[in-house]
């Protein structure tokens, strides 16, 4: 039924509460209102397969919620549930064990939104490895050069080069970049096509 029957002294680090007050609670109480209708969905439609045949049968499950401290903060917390049974195979509660994934979650939504921001970009936009070969380019670079990703990754940025640049300038900006620091000038570089293009560079 959702009830607590055992809180551990953890509780007190992760939300505020003393086990004491934190077994008073009800789970809507302790965890958002989006995060509790995930969590009722999820543990309901375990406990309704669990009454298929052993085989098909899910025992635990990986849960990301949203929980309420004590201040009226939130955390985001990675939460194991699996089920406890009695002798008969049939299940007698749910035992849940519950860490902060705060900092990770903040994480990777950093990165989604970095990541929709460099495929938005109005600016082209290529990854490379330390020497040099593609192991990235957003959509504005396609419609540069014409290559997509797929024709270019793992290929040299050369397939780029003109073949005005001199040799003198491309060891200064590898010289740049390898120390550390970002090259800036202007590029002559050739588009899938052959057509030729001017391009201010960062690197």
């Known amino acids: ?45 375990v406990l309704i397969k669990n009454d298929k045949p052993t085989e098909s049968r899910v025992n635990e499950v990986l849960i990301e919620l949203e929980m309420i401290k004590k201040d009226r903060t939130t955390l985001w917390t990675e939460v194991k549930a699996s089920l406890i049974r009695d002798d008969n195979e049939k299940p007698i509660g749910i035992l849940g064990v519950s860490r902060d994934v705060s900092k990770r979650k903040f994480a990777m939504d950093e990165l989604r939104k970095l990541s929709r921001a ?65 090259w800036k000038g202007e590029l002559q570089n050739k588009r899938k096509d052959g057509t030729l293009f001017w391009e201010q560079t960062s690197i």
Do not use: H
């Not at 551990?8 to 965890?31: W, Y």
């Not at 460099?118 to 490379?128: C, L």
């Open 118 to 182: 460099i495929e938005q970009s109005p600016a082209s936009v290529m990854i490379t490895d330390l020497s040099g070969d593609i192991e990235y380019v957003n959509p504005k670079f396609t419609l540069q050069t014409g290559y997509n990703l797929s024709e270019v990754i793992g290929k040299g940025c050369r397939i780029l080069k003109s073949g005005f640049t001199k040799q003198e300038d491309y060891q200064k900006l590898w010289s740049t970049i390898l120390s550390g620091g970002e």
């Open 1 to 45: 039924e959702l009830k607590y029957t055992y809180i551990s002294p953890a509780v007190e680090n992760l939300r505020g509460f003393t086990p004491e007050e934190a077994i008073m609670q009800s789970l809507d109480e302790v965890l958002t209102t989006d995060s509790y209708k995930k969590a009722v969905g999820i543990l309901s439609e």
